[in-house]
């Protein structure tokens, strides 16, 4: 009986990456945390889906995809000119959010919904980039499934 509550307690006190248990670092903690408030950006509404992801609803002109250094200064178009086919100007946001899964009617008008990464989220990237060093690449001549991977950092 001891053994097993020493087991389960060791079991949630470390990570487990790939059947492994994995411990960060305090520092790796840190440097975690750092990226944890440069990726998540400060949300106007939140809201926890049935199976537990958390999104934020994010000024439209504060979202991630802007932190590009091209897109410096770059402004989203409140109303766009063209339309997916169903979804045309009369159609209501509450409608919208519902076909995409979003609750109590989705994000305010001007916002848009981006899913909060964790700390977890960044632990099993970081493995995941990890694991997938130690495939070699592969040319066409080479029979077989090939995959293909990009890695981009931010300068």
Known sequence: MVV????????????????RA??????EDLELEREL??????AIKSFQ???GDIFDC??????P???HPLLKNHRVQ???????????????????????GLPDGGCPEGTVPIKRITKRDLIWMKSHKRNTTKFHPMDANT?????????HQNP
């Open 78 to 100: 409140k109303k766009p000119s063209v339309f997916p086919k169903g979804l045309g100007p009369k159609t209501s946001a509450k409608t919208q959010s519902s076909k995409i």
């Open 4 to 19: 097993v509550l020493a087991l389960l307690f060791w079991g949630i006190s470390h990570e487990v990456e790939g059947g």
């Open 143 to 151: 029979p077989g499934y090939h995959v293909g991977q990009l890695l």
């Open 65 to 67: 995809a802007l932190d």
């Open 22 to 27: 994995t411990s960060i670092s305090k520092e």
């Open 49 to 51: 889906t049935e199976y």
């Open 58 to 63: 994010v000024d439209i002109n504060k979202q």
């Open 37 to 42: 408030r440069r990726l998540n950006k400060p």
